[in-house]
T-cell receptor, first 113, second 116 residues
């Protein structure tokens, strides 16, 4: 059974703090994704990684960076958190090119005050 | 670019049928998906349909695709309180991500509320 875990379910940070969101998958998937989910906007792709140390910008990368040092772990970094980054963050992974096999983590609800 | 639209809310009575609608713009979409998100959880794939199909049935779920109008719907028969969730439509369009693989574009999500 594929499992995608995220380090925190809820996180509260102050404006200007550096924030790390961690995602781990246990199925040796090549592709990993970070989305943010906002009411009325659905899911928007922030960054995508197709291999260790490889990353591509998604639709809304501004204010974010990512790190993938190991295949199973994909981190989302907010260098200087701002209130407009308050959101639900969802990580996903998939084995190959077919989105049918895309699995999601439970999400991290981040509040920036 | 790709765009996927859904209505934000739907309220039905338990036992009735629910119909959740979705429109998309990418004519090169090959697969269309329905995901369910229960409160406090990630997204779970419910079903999908290939673009050369008009209909797909899976137990209480029926997916209808009108490719000409770029309209997708999900019908849930005999809706139960456990069906209360946010439902996302997503399309696998023509945009290819670096490293291979197609990008999924998600709709805004429809909050389904089932009343007793």
């Amino acid at each position: 059974d594929v499992k995608v875990t995220q380090s925190s379910r809820y996180l509260v940070k102050r404006t200007g703090e550096k924030v790390f969101l961690e995602c781990v998958q246990d199925m040796d998937h090549e592709n990993m994704f970070w989305y943010r989910q906002d009411p009325g906007l659905g899911l928007r792709l922030i960054y995508f990684s197709y291999d260790v140390k490889m990353k591509e910008k998604g639709d809304i990368p501004e204010g974010y960076s990512v790190s993938r040092e190991k295949k199973e772990r994909f981190s989302l970094i907010l260098e200087s958190a701002s209130t407009n980054q308050t959101s639900m963050y969802l990580c996903a992974s998939r084995a190959g090119p077919n989105p049918y096999e895309q699995y999601f983590g439970p999400g991290t609800r981040l509040t920036v005050t | 670019g790709e765009d996927v639209e859904q209505s934000l809310f739907l309220s039905v009575r338990e036992g009735d049928s629910s119909v959740i609608n979705c429109t998309y713009t990418d004519s090169s979409s090959t697969y269309l998906y329905w995901y369910k998100q229960e409160p406090g959880a990630g997204l779970q794939l419910l079903t999908y349909i290939f673009s050369n199909m008009d209909m797909k049935q899976d137990q209480r779920l029926t997916v209808l695709l009108n490719k000409k109008d770029k309209h997708l719907s999900l019908r849930i028969a005999d809706t139960q309180t456990g069906d209360s969730a946010i439902y996302f439509c997503a399309e696998r369009g023509g945009f290819i991500l670096t490293g291979g693989g197609n990008k999924l574009t998600f709709g805004t999500g429809t909050q389904l509320k089932v009343e007793l």
